[in-house]
């Protein structure tokens, strides 16, 4: 199935979503994103028909406040990314620039949209004051607005009606969730233990995030979590403690993109944890996934696509 997917963002799990929904339930309540991001797992929870309410989150308020002008107001933020594109022709490099410089001003999340489609491979960075400075491809104009409106419509034909969209501390979900939920969580563990990552306005502390998932444990919550992972010997990031008795499946994403500029074989593979009662239920052992499986797992769904078709 071709899930739609209007914001480009480094770091999506758009590529292994079809993988990790295996570790779901098959129909269940609600599902929560506490760190959400493009909304990647919703998406393709919302097209399997998994659940019908969904909870998404994100502390980036810019991205979140997109998503919601995404799913609840398709037209208008389809117009406007059109509007937008079609201006930068005469100058397209200082057009952007000046996008740039009028969304950190504003924090006018339209003008959002168009820097995520048209920045260096979608790679959000931000600087120490929070604002945001990644540079555009200069090899190409960003995503058409023709495919842009389709996207859009497709993630509002999903979502629309069925979404909370918030961007508060993760904690503050984690408190307001119940044992009919299923959570997912994407956090920067990039930044865990202390350095801040350019890709997010803060890191969370590792312990502090352990304390929360304990804390899970023991409320007998349904959760998974992409958290650590390694490329080649090199592995990001101090695992989740083995106290917690999670289990343990690794998602074989391919090649990094530094080691192909460098020509070398180094392979990454991203973690995903699985809470006690979660794995117990979906009936999971512990499992390394070759990128091979999971492009059949892909084939093997259900053709399907979103039209253009203007929302009601």
């Known amino acids: 199935m071709k899930l739609p997917h209007p914001i480009q963002y480094q770091g999506s799990k758009r590529v292994l979503a079809s993988t990790i929904l295996r570790y779901l339930p098959h129909k269940f309540p609600r599902l929560v994103e506490p760190f959400a991001g493009t909304a990647a797992i919703s998406i ?94 200069k090899r190409r104009l960003g995503t058409q607005p023709s495919t842009m409106r389709e996207n859009i419509y497709g993630v509002s034909s999903l979502l629309k009606g069925k979404a909370i969209i918030s961007s508060l501390d993760y904690k503050a979900i984690l408190l307001n969730i119940n044992e009919d939920d299923v959570v997912y969580m994407d956090p920067p563990y990039q930044g865990v233990c202390g350095d801040r990552d350019s890709r997010y306005f803060s890191g ?12 899970l444990n023991t409320r007998h919550i349904r959760y998974a979590v992409s958290y650590d992972g390694r490329t080649g010997n090199k592995t990001f990031d101090t695992r989740l403690p083995e106290s917690l008795s999670l289990t343990l499946i690794e998602l074989e994403a391919g090649r990094s993109s530094q080691a192909t500029l460098l020509r070398r074989d180094a392979v990454t593979v991203e973690s995903l944890y699985l809470s006690p009662r979660l794995a117990q239920e979906v009936a999971a052992f512990p499992y390394f996934h070759k990128k091979n499986e999971a492009k059949q797992l892909v084939l093997m769904e259900e053709k399907g696509s979103y039209g253009t078709k203007i929302p009601k």
Request: aromatic content about 14%.
């Open 44 to 137: 393709a929870c919302a097209a399997r028909n998994k659940t019908n309410a969904y909870w998404i989150n994100d502390l980036n308020k810019s991205l979140m406040e997109l998503l919601e002008l995404i799913i609840n107001h398709p037209v208008e933020i389809a117009d406007f990314y059109e509007k937008l594109w079609n201006q930068q022709h005469n100058n397209s490099i200082e057009h952007y620039y000046q996008i740039r410089e009028n969304f950190n001003r504003t924090g006018d999340a339209r003008l959002f949209l168009y820097l995520l489609a048209r920045c260096v491979k979608g790679s959000v960075r931000y600087n120490t004051e929070g604002l945001f400075n990644q540079s555009p491809d």
């Open 204 to 215: 969370i502390q590792y312990d502090e995030f352990v304390t929360a998932l304990k804390e």
